[in-house]
């Protein structure tokens, strides 16, 4: 069974209530803001080995860090097959910052891209456009409504509502 079906099973596992539910994300939550505190020390290098390797350098288990892997791999520079990998597995985790923060705001993640190591690796100004970049590709802009009285958009000439409007 691949670490993905593992994480699965994990994860539903613990969705049986709300707050089994509530401290098993929490907790899961803290162990990834640990990892990234890490990472984002040193974010030049890039991390090689396998997931059991790297779990244990970053005080994960196993089946969780291959959790992890999911949630950052649309960040990597070079995207790990995280459907298949298990605990031998030789992966690669070479990190786009700036695709990294902005996919950290697009999942409302606050206690991830307010750290403090964003401060050395990002501009401020540069954060700022990334939110802004993130937030807006979410807004949805209607265009103007036509009126029963306005030329037809067709480009007919007639009214609206004698036209395609009927």
């Known amino acids: 069974m691949s670490l993905m ?6 994860a539903n596992q613990y969705n049986t209530d709300q707050a089994t539910a509530q401290k098993f994300w929490t907790d899961y939550y803290m162990q990834e803001k ?20 790297l779990a244990e350098k970053y005080g994960m288990d ?43 705001v697009a999942a409302k ?6 750290l403090p190591q964003w401060d050395a690796l990002l501009t401020e100004e540069r954060r700022k456009e990334l939110y802004k970049a993130q937030k807006k590709s979410m807004t949805v802009v209607k265009g103007k409504k ?13 009214k609206y509502k004698q036209c395609c409007g009927r």
């Open 34 to 53: 640990a990892v990234y505190e890490k990472m984002l020390t040193k974010p030049v290098e890039v991390e090689k080995g396998t997931v059991a390797e």
């Open 109 to 114: 993640a606050d206690w991830l891209y307010n």
């Open 5 to 10: 079906e593992d994480w699965e099973v994990l």
């Open 146 to 158: 036509i009126g029963r009285n306005d030329p037809c958009p067709c480009g007919s000439g007639k």
């Open 62 to 104: 196993v089946v969780r860090f291959g959790g992890f892997l999911d949630g950052i791999n649309e960040s990597l520079k070079t995207p790990n097959p995280v459907d298949t990998i298990v605990a031998e597995s030789e992966v690669t985790v070479d990190i786009d910052l700036e695709k990294l923060y902005y996919n950290m």
